[in-house]
C-alpha cells in the first residue's frame, strides 16, 4: 500500500494581493498565517508565514491504583503535551530572454512538542524539535509549440532533535540538480525525460554516511483522445 502528495503553491500573479487568517481553539490552541504576493524586482513574488501553538492541557481524572475498590480519582492537567510549528515560504519568479524564466523558493519551519508519556507513565522532560530547510533555484523554458525544459538545483536540511534521559541529534542533507523535458512528437505522442543528480549526508552523533545517487527516467504516452491516455510500462 503506498501513495503520493503533489503540493502546489499559490500561483504567482503581479496583481497585489494579500491575506491573513487566525483561529483559536480548546486548551491554548491559536494558529495564523498570513500572505502577501505581488510585483517583485520585475517579476513575481509571494511571501507566506505561519505559525500555531497548543498547550493540550487538557484535564482528567487520574486513579493511581484502579484494581482497588473504594479509592477517588485525583483530578489532574495533562503536562508536557504543548506544540509548536512555525514557518515561511518565498517564491519568486522572473522573465528572462523569449520564453526562458527564473524561479526561486525557498521554505522553512520549526516544530518544537512535548512527549508526554502515558497516564501512569509520564515524561515530563522528553521533547522533540525538528527544523527543514529548503532551496531551490531553476531555469525554465516553455513556449506554444516548443519543447518544455528546466534546469533546476536544489538544496534540503533537516535537523531533528529528541532530549531525555539520552539525548539524540540527528541531521539530514542533500544537494542535488534536476534536469527534464518534455517533447512533443506529433499531435497526439509525448515523450518526457527526467535526469537527476544528488549528493546525501546524514549524521547522527555515532556515523556519518554519504552518498550520491543519479537517475534517468524515459517516459512516452499517447492520447489518441481527450479521455484517453495510453502509458506504456
Known amino acids: 500500500l503506498g501513495g503520493a502528495v503533489n503540493l502546489v503553491t499559490r500561483e504567482l500573479s503581479r496583481i497585489p494581493r494579500a491575506s491573513i487568517e487566525l483561529g483559536a481553539g480548546s486548551f491554548g490552541t491559536y494558529q495564523g498565517h498570513a500572505s502577501l504576493a ?24 487520574h486513579d493511581a ?7 477517588v480519582p485525583e483530578p489532574r492537567r495533562r503536562a508536557n503535551n504543548d506544540a509548536a510549528l512555525g514557518g515561511g515560504l518565498l517564491r519568486f519568479r522572473r522573465p528572462l530572454v523569449g520564453a ?24 515530563p522532560n522528553t521533547r522533540e524539535r525538528h527544523r527543514r530547510t529548503t532551496a531551490a533555484l531553476g531555469l ?19 535537523a531533528g532533535e529528541r532530549t531525555s534521559f539520552v539525548d539524540v541529534d540527528q541531521h539530514h542533507a542533500a544537494l542535488g540538480v534536476n534536469l527534464d523535458g518534455a517533447f512533443m512528437l506529433g499531435r497526439t ?21 554519504e552518498r550520491s545517487q543519479g537517475a534517468l527516467s524515459v517516459m512516452d504516452s499517447w492520447e489518441p483522445w481527450s479521455f484517453l491516455t495510453v502509458v506504456p510500462s
Open 140 to 158: 525554465v523554458h516553455a513556449a506554444p509549440g516548443a519543447p518544455e525544459l528546466s534546469l533546476r538545483t536544489w538544496f534540503r536540511s533537516d
Open 189 to 209: 505522442h509525448l515523450l518526457s525525460v527526467h535526469a537527476s543528480y544528488a549528493r546525501e549526508t546524514f549524521e547522527d552523533g555515532r556515523a556519518d554516511v
Open 65 to 71: 491504583t484502579p484494581t482497588w475498590d473504594g479509592d
Open 100 to 123: 526562458l524564466s527564473l524561479e526561486a523558493l525557498g521554505a522553512f519551519t520549526l516544530d518544537d512538542r512535548g512527549l508526554a508519556g502515558t497516564e501512569l507513565n509520564p515524561t
Open 38 to 61: 505581488g510585483s517583485l524586482l520585475g517579476g513575481e513574488g509571494l511571501l507566506l508565514v505561519h505559525a500555531g501553538r497548543s498547550a493540550g492541557d487538557f484535564p482528567y481524572l
